[in-house]
């Protein structure tokens, strides 16, 4: 089955720099690629995602990149805010899957004001 | 509209004791997931659902756990003889099916086996 594997599991930086998250998959049919961002306690909530046919998405401070080729793809936000501290998941759907998302590990981000 | 919504929020069981838990879908989703989330973990697909279709049933742990889904609507996972390793949040998701991808989750039922 497929496997996802994302990067790092925690990253910390300061309000205003920019933050990247990044994932590889396995399998090449893959091809929905979406962002989970998870509050304490809360539920996962779709932040932005792309398809395969697609290189580059944006939706004003977070964007989301995909290379099919080498298979991986990242999340990009920029002028980080301390709001933005989460937990962020990346998953891969599609292909043998179907709609079935297989997670990342998470990555735990926290902006310091 | 109403979103997903799962009940209960929380739930405290005996090891032994059997749970339900409910997940009603976005009204007009045709396909339903469950997953499980342990604690500072990822999410874990346990089951999907697709309309009239045979159920996904590849990521159930054992044989203590199944789902149904009654009238393409509200489904219910039901874990049998809870052990102490089945403590988790688990999540529902819903789609509008023919070929979207975009799940939205409920708020999860959070289950303590004690």
């Known amino acids: 089955g497929e496997n996802v594997e994302q990067h790092p599991s925690t990253l910390s930086v300061q309000e205003g720099d920019s933050a990247v998250i990044k994932c590889t998959y396995s399998?090449?049919?893959?091809?929905?690629f979406p962002w989970y961002k998870q509050e304490l306690g809360k539920r996962p909530q779709l932040i932005i995602d792309i398809r395969s046919n697609v290189g580059e998405k944006k939706d004003q401070r977070i964007a989301v990149t995909l290379n099919k080729t080498a298979k991986h793809f990242s999340l990009h936000i920029t002028e980080t805010q301390p709001e933005d501290s989460a937990v962020y998941f990346c998953a891969v759907a599609g292909g043998t899957s179907y709609g079935k998302l297989t997670f990342g590990q998470g990555t735990i981000l926290t902006v310091h004001p | 509209g109403a979103g997903v919504s799962q009940s209960p929020s929380n739930k405290v069981t005996e090891k032994g004791k059997d749970v339900e838990l409910r997940c009603d879908p976005i009204?007009?989703?045709?396909?339903l997931y469950w997953y499980r989330q342990s604690l500072g973990q990822g999410l874990e697909f346990l089951i999907y659902f697709q309309g009239n279709s045979a159920p996904d049933k590849s990521g159930l742990p054992s044989d203590r756990f199944s789902a149904e889904r009654t009238g393409g609507s509200v489904s219910t996972l039901t874990i049998q003889r809870t052990q102490q390793e089945d403590s988790a949040v688990y999540l529902c998701?819903?789609?509008?099916?023919?070929?979207?991808?975009?799940?939205?989750f409920g708020p999860g039922t959070r289950l303590t086996v004690t």
């Open positions: 998701a819903s789609t509008s099916g023919q070929g979207s991808y975009e799940q939205y």
């Open positions: 009204s007009g989703h045709t396909a």
């Open positions: 399998d090449s049919a893959s091809n929905y």
